[in-house]
């Protein structure tokens, strides 16, 4: 995606651009101790049979969390006990974070989110979500998605940047479009519903993110990019 927008607008010949995948220490999303599922839906007093869906990312306005919470009522119209939980920075006095407040308030909410700020251990956190929505309306990548595909949740994410290369639709998870309420929804629920296709997404979802970002592979990729540009200079 981010080599699409450099062509598209010029800024960087097409002859030049070579795409590599950034790093990701996928072997803590992977090796999590499934155990430590049950000791945060207990912090978050969250019972096994209650449905969890997680946003991981920086409250800022490009990662579309209004959209989500726009999503909110729709879903729980068919889960009733869902439970929407936010990991990520915010600070209280800025714009996008009072809107969410003010908008959490307008839809009665108040009740139905947690704020949970940023989180070290995100990767244990993960264990504890049943969904995780990408909901961004730009994205360059979109690496949460891989980090929650490797920690073994589905993953309902919008059609922005990055997050297509990703998230294969009805393969390794869902794909809605941007700022699209009632999709988001639709995908949140389905994916609830049918516990045998979660799993098979599941599963794909982990191969996939262990090859796009096996380590190896990256750091052979970077070594012969910087091989053939040296080339040019001898």
């Not at 000791?39 to 989500?68: D, N, Q, S, T």
């Not at 068919?78 to 936010?86: C, E, H």
């Amino acid at each position: 995606a981010t080599a699409d927008f450099l062509r598209r607008f010029k800024l960087v010949s097409a002859r030049r651009l070579q795409t590599i995948y950034c790093f990701a220490d996928l072997d803590r999303f992977l090796n999590t101790p499934a155990e430590r599922r049950n000791w945060f839906r207990r912090e978050l007093h969250a019972p096994p049979e209650r449905l969890l869906i997680g946003v991981v990312g920086e409250v800022v306005r490009r990662k579309g969390h209004r959209f989500l919470f726009q999503a909110m009522p729709q879903i729980l119209e068919q889960v009733p006990d869902a439970k929407l939980v936010l990991l990520g920075r915010f600070h209280r006095r800025e714009n996008c974070t009072r809107e969410l407040r003010r908008l959490q308030k307008q839809l009665g909410l108040l009740r139905k989110v947690h704020w949970l700020g940023r989180r070290n251990n995100i990767n244990e956190y993960l264990q504890a979500i049943d969904i995780c929505v990408v909901p961004s309306i730009q994205e360059p990548l979109g690496l949460v998605a891989v980090e929650a595909q490797a920690a073994g949740v589905p993953v309902v994410a919008t059609d922005a940047g990055g997050l297509r290369e990703i998230v294969l639709d009805g393969e390794s998870g869902l794909v809605v479009p941007r700022r699209n309420s009632e999709a988001l929804a639709n995908a949140v629920i389905r994916l609830h519903r049918d516990g045998e296709q979660r799993e098979k997404m599941v599963s794909q979802a982990r191969s996939r993110a262990a090859e796009l970002f096996n380590p190896q592979k990256l750091t052979d990729q970077v070594i012969q990019a910087y091989v053939a540009l040296l080339e040019r200079f001898r």
